[in-house]
Every structure is written in C-alpha cells, then in structure tokens.
C-alpha cells in the first residue's frame, strides 16, 4: 500500500465528541490527502497538505481541520463529530505530478 | 461545480470478454487523468493514467482511451477476469496536477 497506514482502522463515536484520524507514510511524499467516501459520492477531497505546515481546503471541508507537523503524518480532526460525517475516510499521498496513491480506509461510525 | 461523472454505475460481463468502463469529464483545463480500482474493503489502486496530450495507453490487459474533443474517458478491461470484479473510478485532476476529481464509480461485475 506504497507506505500508507492509516489509524484506527474503525472507531465508533458518540455525537458531540472530537475524533482524530492519523495518516502516516513513509514514501516521503510531499502531498497528503484527506477524502471521504459514501455511497452515491463517491471520493470527496476534504483537505490536503501541500508541506509541512501548508494544507488547504477542499470540495467538504466543513467540519473537519487538518495538521501537518512533519512530512510524515496528516492528522484529520473531526471538532464535533455529527452523524453526518459517518463515513469511510481514506487518506493519499502523492508527489503532485503523478497518481496518488491510497491506504486502506478507517471506517468512521457517529451514534 | 464541474465534475467527473460516469455514463453507467454497474457493467455486468462474462469472463472472458472485453469490458468497457466510460468516463465523461466536464473540466476542459483538465489534463491528468487516472482509472483506480477499488475492491471491497480496500482503498482505490492505480491501474493506469494518461495526459492530456496523449489519446490512448496502454497497459497489461487494459488500455485508456483519450477524447478531449467530447471530454470522454474510457478503460478497456481485456479478457476480463473474476479478479477484475471491483468499482472502478476515473479520476481528474483539473488542472491542477495535484489535486484529484472522482467520478461516483462503476462496479464490475463478471460471471464465470
């Protein structure tokens, strides 16, 4: 999974409460992505990283906040989460002239 | 907003046969496109890409096909295989070089 591990793989949350996605790789590339996938959606790009410390928004961002310490983590927070942001989140990484490539997903539950 | 979309979300085949998958984009700064496969439980894997000033390429079994005229992207599976039962997304990149569209997927279905 070209040195992609995203962590948990599932969690269950309650409504209200905050909730961190880690995305960790070890290929050195320099732009990280946040999507989430549903049914009849497909991938949608939340946010993604384009450095160390630069991340921008993408098509649903509300809601979420990203953070890039180092090349090698992108970490997705959910403030608040709500029942709408169960989802399947994958994180990507990619040099930016090429394919991204993907992990394998942490599925997301909010009761 | 514009965006990648399918012509069809599901393509049932025989083993054996040739699939086809389409792809219609309406972004026409466009010029990276990529095909992901995405098995269940599994996140999307690359299978083949192609720019913008190229208008087919081809890999082992399967071939992208390039018409920025209509702004039609194709995937043609060969001799389709069970393995090859999956969702399929195109992907564009809008311009940007960096920063990827999906389409909403098509799942291949092949019958023995």
């Known amino acids: 999974d070209a040195g992609i591990t995203q962590s948990p793989r599932h969690k269950v949350t309650e409504t209200g409460t905050p909730v961190t996605l880690r995305c960790h790789q070890t290929e050195n590339h320099r732009y990280m992505y946040w999507y989430r996938q549903d049914p009849g959606h497909g991938l949608r790009l939340i946010h993604y990283s384009y450095g160390v410390k630069d991340t921008d928004k993408g098509e649903v961002s509300d809601g979420y906040s990203v953070s890039r310490s180092k090349t090698e983590d992108f970490l997705l927070t959910l403030e608040s989460a709500t029942s709408s942001q169960t989802s399947v989140y994958f994180c990507?990484?990619?040099?930016?002239?090429?394919?991204?490539?993907f992990g394998q997903g942490t599925r997301l539950t909010v009761v | 907003g514009e965006s990648v979309g399918l012509h069809l979300p599901t393509l049932s085949v025989q083993e054996g046969d040739n699939s086809i998958i389409n792809c219609a984009y309406s972004?026409?700064?466009?010029?990276?496109f990529i095909w992901y496969k995405q098995e269940s439980g599994k996140g999307p894997q690359f299978i083949i890409d192609i720019r913008s000033n190229m208008d087919k390429r081809q890999g082992q079994r399967v071939t992208v096909l390039l018409n920025k005229t209509v702004k039609h992207l194709s995937l043609q599976i060969a001799a389709t295989q069970p393995g090859d039962s999956a969702v399929y997304f195109c992907a564009d990149s809008g311009g940007s070089n960096y920063k990827l569209t999906f389409g909403k997927g098509t799942l291949l279905t092949v019958n023995p």
């Open positions: 990507a990484i990619g040099n930016g002239d090429t394919e991204a490539f």
């Open positions: 972004n026409s700064a466009s010029d990276y």
